[in-house]
């Protein structure tokens, strides 16, 4: 399986997956605060629509294919290395996480189609709370790859 993973270079595997992450993280960040504004604005306005189309191009155009770059580069890292069968409990925690940060992508495309049909039910607050979930997860996420603390 190795010779599989080697015609692209580590380092060019780390550079593309930090940047994948970087540009999904952006978008993970923005989506909710966008919700925030969005959710103060009355249904049907020339705003509410700008930010059904502001929702809907950042979920598509970059928070998908960051999200799938992400996972093929992170996976394209690990895989070959066989360190899943080794004690680093920091990658299967790490993991874990990055899983919760997909749950909470696949939340936030749930919200943009909520929105898109009109159906929000939440206010601003709930959406002023949500979007602190993301920086807790990209805390310990970090931590657990730099500092490899178990």
Known sequence: MMEFFQFLDYSWT???HIISVITWMAGIF???RLFVYHAQTEVGTDQSETFKIMERRLLKGIMNPSLIATWIFGLWLAFPHEIWSSDAIWLHIKFVLVFAMT?????CARYVRVFAAD???KDHVFYR???EIP???MIAIVILAVVKPF
């Open 14 to 16: 780390k550079a593309l």
């Open 30 to 32: 923005y989506l909710p």
């Open 103 to 107: 749950g909470y992508h696949m939340v």
């Open 119 to 121: 159906a929000n039910q």
């Open 129 to 131: 709370y949500f979007n």
């Open 135 to 137: 920086t807790l997860l």
